[in-house]
């Protein structure tokens, strides 16, 4: 049994060098532009001149892609399938392959078979430990002349050395962007041609770059190769580990140049700079509301669907973000996750915790504009900016008494009104 994809591909290729060993004694010459190779099978010689050509042999009769080999195309069939045949006897998830899931068996049963002697370090798939192989080669006898990067041969330098001059040599005729790689020019044609050769198995959702591919499929494996050293946490993306380490480290190396805020992710820094700029590019189309994250766009537009597809398993109440799912599973767990350093009092909401913080700071950095006094918390300023303005705003249903703050309209309820129901 083979890992998925890239080493199933390469056996396949194994298997066609084999069958194309050149046999002088037997008179099978190729057809023109195939040089003077020659074959054992009448087949063989047909699959090469198909694969030279660009022509794809087998075809599905369901959405007509086609496949150079036959057992690929009967690996996509089962795509079409909703037949889940192979399922995991520990947690109950189901797989279209049988290899799909003995991969995803390793997560409950821990197995790491692909091994490293030097660092001692083990992987659940072979191509992990390819990668980890590279790291552990010493020979890199080409450098870099302006930054001292070495590489493992010429090929690899020749190309980092654009990086310096600058020269994009593979332009789109398309849109005239321009790449340092010729593969980088050919993923890019794919956003013009809509080609998406690589899909997975277990969905069909497919993508126009193998690498997205694979991280595609941790999420039907469970898969978190990249562990945190620290607090042994796991991700599925090397880039979210090295942002998470950042924790531990308190690296912040982006910082904003209006207010020298940093942050840990370019992301978090690009979002920032809107507030300085005033830019919220994501519109509702229903109320016109805009938004500078898109995922601040997605929350609002369910007021406007009504979708709620966050469950509470206990209640049954819904929710519209997965956050505030969170929040309100700390009702039933009684989990307080945010303690206090200082008195060792804990919240069950960050929010809640800044601003308990406050209490301990000697800061009053809000200050009323009528007396000029001054505030540990924002919601203090308020309530007592309510003296000067003489606002009610909170009134009891049963008597129409009116109340500065909420805590005071509750404890009038509390020991009034309900006392004369």
């Keep these: 049994m083979f890992q998925p994809y890239s080493f199933l591909s390469f056996h396949f290729f194994q298997h066609t060098l084999n069958e194309r060993q050149l046999i002088h004694d037997v008179d099978q010459p190729g057809p023109s532009g195939m040089g003077n190779e020659t074959f054992r099978h009448q087949k063989s010689m047909e699959r090469q001149e198909g694969i030279r050509s660009g022509r794809h042999i087998f075809m599905c009769e369901v959405c007509n892609k086609s496949f150079r080999y036959k057992c690929t195309l009967k690996f996509h069939v089962s795509v079409h399938s909703e037949e889940r045949p192979y399922v995991c006897d520990v947690c109950g998830k189901s797989f279209r392959l049988l290899q799909t899931l003995k991969v995803h068996q390793r997560i409950h049963t821990r197995e790491r078979p692909y091994s490293r002697d030097i660092c001692n370090k083990a992987f659940t798939q072979g191509g992990e430990l390819k990668v980890d192989q590279r790291i552990h080669r010493e020979n890199r006898p080409y450098a870099c002349v302006e930054c001292k990067k070495s590489f493992r041969n010429s090929g690899y330098l020749k190309v980092h050395q654009r990086i310096h001059t600058g020269e994009r040599p593979y332009s789109c005729v398309v849109c005239n962007t321009s790449f340092i790689q010729r593969v980088e020019l050919k993923m890019h044609q794919r956003i013009h041609s809509g080609d998406r050769p690589y899909a997975c198995l277990e969905c069909n959702k497919s993508f126009r770059q193998s690498g997205q591919l694979k991280v595609h499929q941790r999420i039907h494996t469970g898969e978190r190769p990249y562990s945190c050293d620290v607090c042994g946490k796991s991700f599925k993306l090397k880039g979210d580990l090295n942002v998470h380490q950042r924790i531990h480290s308190g690296d912040r190396p982006y910082a904003c140049l209006e207010c020298n805020k940093s942050f840990r992710q370019s992301g978090q820094l690009k979002v920032h700079q809107r507030i300085h700029s005033g830019d919220r590019p994501y519109a509702c189309l229903e109320c016109n509301k805009s938004f500078r994250q898109s995922g601040c766009l997605k929350l609002h537009q369910r007021m406007h669907s009504g979708e709620r597809p966050y469950s509470c398993g206990i209640c049954n109440k ?104």
């Design 318 to 421: 819904l929710f519209t973000a997965l956050d505030s799912l969170k929040r309100h599973q700390r009702v039933h767990d009684g989990e307080r996750p945010y303690g206090c350093d200082v008195c060792t009092k804990s919240f069950k909401h960050q929010q809640h915790l800044k601003s308990h913080l406050l209490i301990h700071s000697e800061e009053r950095h809000y200050t009323c504009d009528v007396c000029s006094k001054s505030f540990r918390q924002p919601n203090a300023l308020k309530l007592h900016q309510r003296t000067h303005t003489g606002a009610r705003p909170y009134t009891c249903d049963m008597c129409n008494k009116l109340f500065t703050c909420k805590s005071a309209l509750k404890k009038h309820v509390l020991l009034y009104c309900k006392q004369h129901l």
